[in-house]
Structures are given as structure tokens and as C-alpha cells.
């Protein structure tokens, strides 16, 4: 297993953007597909967005898709999302995830994001 911390959560008014780091340890982090999901108040965790290893694939939800980025640097064994015109419904913990297998087998502890009205 790989182990996630992220950062860059935040207060941020609508409109505004955030960058979001999750950093890995291990020495096979380029081989990972990667993800980033949230959590808001009463619901679910969702999906936000997915990068492949090498490749550098990525899937967004509709929810997010033109407004943000998710990118990685394997150098730096680090993923990052990038949030622009943030909305309050985007209000939510965020969370970092690596699929090992067929499964999201490592996560990070995640990082609240609050966009205000």
C-alpha cells in the first residue's frame, strides 16, 4: 500500500480557485492510478477525478468537468487538483485515493474545502 497526505484545503469565496496536493511515499507511485473524491454533509463520497500512471489519463465528473484539473508529477510522487470557479456545492472534505489492484486500497485522511456565497 501507498500512503496519502494531502494539503492546500481552504476557505475560498465563490468564484475562486484552490490547488489541492496529495503526496505519496513509496517508490512505485508512477504505476498507481490516482484519484481524488469528496465527501460533502450528507451524502455520499463521490468521485471527482482520475489520472492513469503513466499514460496520464484522466476522467473528471460532470459535476467538475472545465473547471477542474487533475495532474501528477511521479517525480515528486504527488497528485494534484486543480479548482477553479469554485461553487458552493463544492463544499466538501476532499479526499485522495490510489487504486492498488481493481480496488482504491490506500487513502488520505482528507482535506476540507468550504466555498462561500
Known amino acids: 500500500q501507498v500512503q496519502l497526505v494531502e494539503s492546500g484545503g481552504g476557505l475560498v469565496q465563490a468564484g475562486g480557485s484552490l490547488r489541492l496536493s496529495c503526496a505519496a511515499s513509496?517508490?512505485?507511485?508512477?504505476?498507481?492510478?490516482m484519484g481524488w473524491f469528496r465527501q460533502a454533509p450528507g451524502k455520499e463520497r463521490e468521485v471527482v477525478a482520475t489520472?492513469?500512471?503513466?499514460?496520464?489519463?484522466?476522467y473528471y465528473a460532470d459535476s467538475v468537468k472545465g473547471r477542474f484539473t487533475i495532474s501528477r508529477d511521479n517525480a515528486k510522487n504527488t497528485v494534484y487538483l486543480q479548482m477553479n470557479s469554485l461553487k458552493p456545492e463544492d463544499t466538501a472534505v476532499y479526499y485522495c485515493?490510489?487504486?492498488?489492484?481493481?480496488?482504491?486500497?490506500?487513502w488520505g485522511q482528507g482535506t476540507q474545502v468550504t466555498v462561500s456565497s
Open positions: 513509496g517508490r512505485t507511485f508512477s504505476t498507481y492510478f
Open positions: 489520472i492513469s500512471g503513466v499514460v496520464r489519463a484522466t
Open positions: 485515493a490510489a487504486q492498488g489492484g481493481s480496488s482504491w486500497s490506500s
